[in-house]
Every structure is written in C-alpha cells, then in structure tokens.
C-alpha cells in the first residue's frame, strides 16, 4: 500500500538528489524527462522497505549496496523485444557477418558478439537467431553472445529465457516455430539450440578497466542506448572501450536513433541502406605495397582531412597515410640485410619483387637502378621505378619513370594505370579520367582502373557514369581475379574490393534514381 | 580433371538423379546434398572440387549457401556453378553479388553442364 508521503510528487530538487547518486555509482544518467518514471521506482521500493519518507529512503540507498542494486534494477527496466529495428539485424545477417567472416584468415572460426547494456535478453537472443539462420556452424563457424548488464533481475530474466507476447511482437511465425517453445502458460521460451550460444554476465559499462574477457577480439558490439542512458564524458569513454575491444573491421551497432557525431571521430560511419553502423577502420592499403608486419594492434583512425567529403577519397587518403605509416614501421623493425651478390637483370629482378612485398621501397629503387645498368630499355624496371616513387609522393620522379616505360613500349596498361594514380593524387581528374581511360582500352579487365575511375564519377556525382563503371570493376574482377591489376591491389583482397564496389553501386544507383 | 569430385544440391530427387547420371557420364565423382544446411556439412565434410548449387532450397537457399562458401577463406577457390530457372539478367546480377562463378539456366542442356564444370575446373588447376 502507498504511504501517502510518498505518493507526493517528486520535486525536481529531490529528483536531482537521487539523479546524482545513482549516477555517481552506476554512470546512468536520466534525464528530467525521466522524473515521473523515478518517482515510481523510488516510491515503490521505499514503501516495500515500510520508509515514510524519500529522505530516508536515499540514506538506506547511501548505506546498502543491494538495494542500490535493487533500485537500479527498476530504473534500468528497458523496454525491448525480439529483432527490435529489424533492419540492423538483417544489416547484420546479409552485410556485416559474411563482411567479417570473408575477412578471417582461415584457421579463425571464431565470431564473436556482445550485446553491451542486453537487459533481458531479447537482443542476445536475437543475435543468436541471426546466426542460427545464416547457417554459419554448417561450415565450421563457432558463434558465441556475450550479453552483459547492469540490473540482475534483468540477467536472471534473460537466463530463465522466457518471454510474453509483448517481446514478440517482432517475430514473425516461422522464427517463433523454430526457435520457441510454448510453456503451458501461453508465454514462449527459447529453445535450447539458441540458448546454446548465448552466455550472461553481469558488467557495468562505467567500471573501468573491464575485465580481460570482455577486452578485445569481439566481431560485432550491440550497445543500443549507450548515448542515452550515460552523460557526454561516459559515454565517449564506453565508446572507446567499445573501439578497443572490437577487432580490426568489426561494427558497432547503437539505437537507430543514435549518432556517434560528437562523441567519436575513431569510428567509420557506414550506411547499409539506410541503417547506420560503425565499423573500426581496417588497416588497408589501396595503391601500395609494404609489410604486413610492424603494425601497431590499436592505432586509432587518421582523422579525415576537413576539406573533402567523398567517403572514397578520404578512405584513398587513410589508405596512403596507413601505408605511409606501416612502411616507416616495417623500416625501422627490420634489419636492412646483406645485399646479395648480382645474379644478373632477373635475379635482380626477383629480389626487387621481394623487397617490394617486404616494404623496402628504398631497396627496390637501388635495385632497379642497377636493373637498368645492365638494360636500359627494360620497361618493368622503370614500371617498378615508377609505382616505388608514385607510392612514396614522388610524382615528378614517377611521371619521368612512366614516361621511360611507355617511350620503350606505349601499351603498357600498368603504366597508364600509375600515371592515372599520380594525375588522380594531384587533384587532376581530367587527365586521370583520360589515363584511366587508355588503360581499359589496352586491358578492359583492369579492374582497379575501373574502379579508380567510378570513385572519381561518384566524387563528380556523375551517378549513372560512376554505376556503369563499378559494374565494369565488379565484372573483371570475376573475369580476371588474378589479372595484372592484382598486383597493385596492395594486398588488398579481390573479395574486399568485390565488396567496396558493391556498396558505391548501389550507392550511385540509389542517388542516380533520386537525382 | 578427371575425377573430381562435385556436390550437386537440388530439392528434387529427379533433378538431382539427372545431374549425378551426366556428371557420372563425364568421368566424374558425385555427392548430393538436398537442402542449404546439408550442403554446407557436405562441404565442409568433404571438401569437394566443384559445387552445383540450386536457387531454390529449402532451410537455407542457394544463395545464401553460395554466400558463407565464398566468404570463407577455406571454401571460397571451390567453384560454384548456380543453377536457376530465373531469367538471364537476374540470375547474373545475383551470381555478382552471392560470388558464383557461373550460372545456367534450369533446365540444363547436358553439354552446356559439362563444359561449365570442365572450364571451371581447368580454372582451378591452373
């Protein structure tokens, strides 16, 4: 029964009083327009433990840890439901997972995801759904969710794994047959087999550090409320954990309604038709080459330069910098070894591929110039001589090798391909356009000469020119996924690329229907 | 490659009795799945060298199957040859999208099957 001192109304005084504390030692920070929904909480279990006035009622919360617990179990109380904002699952099924999983190298089958703040379950489970439905453990995959909170009652809840109508509204029949059972009261429980891959843990997104098991090797972080529950400060720090703990390329995905602008510039903004996820950059390489090795685990993104706008471009500039970056690493980590002795132009040849894979761009440009020594009209030297150049900012240099190479002979398309890179640096599109251009009329599977000049249609919005030629791009590379354009793919797998040209189509087909 | 060893997926029992006996004619091995979950244990279980993947499956469909396979790094050099009653364009643009290496339209001419499984696995071999 209600104490009639309690049913009064909160004073917005009183209301911050008890605000403060809960955000002192839980980091959750409600809003005023959360003052009639903690009136309620407060009301209800001060009258359970017999207090006659809120007053005391904040002494009992100062003095005793479990019934802070208890209170915070109430306020937390979210309300959610099974494949709540469908979209971001079917992003995550049809996008990010075969993204992720294409980007394991082959002996990880591991796919990690947590559902950071899962209240009772319904997230994690749907998750667990998502994978079941993929068909991922046909081939080997080991799925694992991790769903974490703050309220126990909530954790209990999602353990037990037993839902009303009212977290089923999303659900469509089929799902509800394959993955429920019904419980003689007319409720549904998940099945063992979704149960199976989920595990519960309690955790508290302000405490830091998180412990070791939740640092680190996570795919996918679900935290759909982070910018809501907690103020600006706790909540760029969660994020940054978050970023910490996710793997190169993995996503973050928050509430629909949520946007990371002011609170983490370290994350790339990705739209999958119109679902907006976060992903941690990759370190990837477009137009270079150089040691896999001698990267640093968690080097946050460059930020984008201010000046441009065009995802492509800025992705092309965090690609050369990275590059740029690894390739000092790669120098300063490895021993610069013993120049073997001269096994003629082939040999010469050979070990100037190699230092090319190791990232010796110093070495490459001594050895082909005594490449040249000996055979001043080897065209593949001056080739060589120019993307070393090219790659380091050397244009001038680069533009003079590829001038050499095409003099001895004028229909090298790898040639073009580097003066259209160069052109492209420089901020000429005109004359990139037109190397491109030559390019595919000597080898119409160049693919990345494709694909370069599609990025530079969609910069000039030119949406149906720059569709025709991701499509041209996506069409070598399943023609020729070995052609000569892979060796300027700078370790840059085709099935990224696949993937890179696939979202500017549909991107450039979207805009062109619109526009 | 004489010998190779091709899983051919189809819902349907006498589709897939007519796939095996052509492919059998050809000089090579079969294993059959008959759904989308089944083909990715057989996959897995078996490694073979080429898969002929229906569209139309039941659990998982063809196009998801053709998906987790070639966004795998221990599956995706398995060529995959889609088999759709759907028009040209269509099967095309979604070959593009799922990774298939080839697709023929349903029903299959026993020649045109032939020579897609020797080309793509001539491809493989090098």
New interface residues.
């Given amino acids: 029964m209600l104490n009639e001192h309690l049913a009064k109304d909160l004073s917005l005084e009183e209301f911050r009083r008890f605000r403060d504390l809960l955000h002192r030692h839980s980091g959750i920070y409600l809003e005023e327009s959360k003052l009639d929904s903690l009136r309620i909480s407060l009301v209800t279990r001060a009258t359970r433990l017999g207090y006659t006035s809120l007053n005391d009622y904040y002494g009992a919360l100062e003095r005793d840890d479990h019934e802070f617990n208890e209170l915070l179990n109430l306020v937390t109380i979210n309300e959610t439901s099974f494949f709540r904002f469908p979209q971001q699952f079917e992003a995550l099924r049809e996008r990010v997972l075969?993204?992720i999983?294409?980007d394991?190298?082959?002996s990880s089958r591991n796919l990690r995801i947590w559902s950071a703040g899962c209240s009772t379950g319904e997230e994690p489970y749907s998750v667990s759904m998502s994978l079941l439905d993929?068909?991922?453990e046909?081939?080997?995959w080991r799925p694992q969710v991790l769903g974490t909170d703050v309220s126990t009652k909530a954790l209990a809840h999602a353990k037990a794994g037993v839902y009303g109508k009212r977290s089923m509204m999303n659900v469509p029949p089929d799902v509800v047959s394959r993955f429920y059972e019904a419980t003689p009261s007319g409720a549904y429980r998940i099945n063992d087999r979704v149960r199976s891959l989920v595990d519960f843990g309690y955790h508290n997104l302000i405490k830091e550090p998180y412990p070791l098991s939740l640092m680190g090797n996570w795919d996918v972080i679900f935290c759909r409320n982070v910018t809501i529950y907690f103020r600006l400060e706790s909540t760029r720090r969660v994020v940054r954990n978050f970023f910490d703990s996710l793997n190169e390329g993995g996503y973050l995905f928050i509430g629909h309604s949520e946007t990371l602008t002011s609170i983490s510039e370290d994350f790339e903004a990705i739209d999958m038709g119109g679902v907006f996820l976060y992903r941690k950059p990759k370190s990837r390489r477009l137009f270079s080459f150089g040691a896999q090795a001698a990267r640093p685990q968690t080097s946050p993104a460059p930020r984008p330069a201010p000046a441009s706008t065009d995802p492509a471009e800025r992705a092309a500039k965090r690609a050369a910098r990275a590059a740029a970056a690894e390739a000092r690493a790669a120098a300063a980590a490895t021993p610069a070894p013993e120049t073997p002795e001269d096994e003629g132009v082939g040999g010469m040849f050979e070990q100037a591929r190699t230092r090319l894979k190791e990232g010796r761009p110093a070495e490459v440009i001594e050895l082909v110039e005594r490449i040249l020594v000996e055979d001043p009209n080897n065209a593949d030297a001056h080739l060589l001589s120019a993307y070393v150049h090219a790659d380091s900012g050397e244009y001038d240099d680069a533009l003079a090798a590829c001038q050499r190479a095409l003099a001895i002979n004028p229909l090298l398309p790898a040639a073009r391909y580097i003066l259209g890179i160069i052109y492209q640096r420089q901020g000429d599109a005109l004359r990139a356009v037109s190397e491109f251009k030559k390019t595919i009329y000597i080898d119409a599977d160049f693919a990345l000469a494709h694909l370069n000049l599609a990025n530079i249609y969609k910069a000039q919005r030119k949406w149906a020119a720059a569709a025709k030629e991701y499509e041209n791009a996506?069409?070598a590379m399943?023609k020729s996924p070995n052609g000569a354009w892979m060796e300027f793919a700078g370790g840059f797998q085709a099935?990224l690329l696949?993937k890179t040209c696939?979202r500017s189509l549909i991107e450039c087909r979207k805009a062109a229907e619109a526009g | 490659m004489a010998g190779a060893r091709i899983l051919a997926v189809d819902d349907s029992p006498t589709i897939l009795e007519m796939i095996k006996a052509i492919l059998e004619a050809g000089g090579y091995e079969v294993i059959t799945a008959v759904d989308g979950a089944e083909a990715l244990e057989t996959a897995r279980a078996e490694k073979p060298d080429l898969i002929l993947l229906d569209v139309m499956l039941p659990k998982l469909d063809g196009y998801r199957v053709c998906r987790l396979l070639k966004f795998d790094q221990n599956y995706k050099s398995i060529p995959i040859i889609m088999l759709t009653a759907k028009t040209e364009e269509q099967a095309m643009a979604t070959g593009i999208r799922t990774g298939a290496n080839q697709y023929l339209t349903k029903p299959v001419d026993p020649d045109t099957l032939l020579g897609a499984v020797a080309e793509e696995l001539a491809k493989v071999q090098g």
């Fill in positions: 075969p993204e999983m294409a394991k190298p082959a993929m068909g991922v046909g081939l080997g996506l069409r399943y099935d696949v696939e």
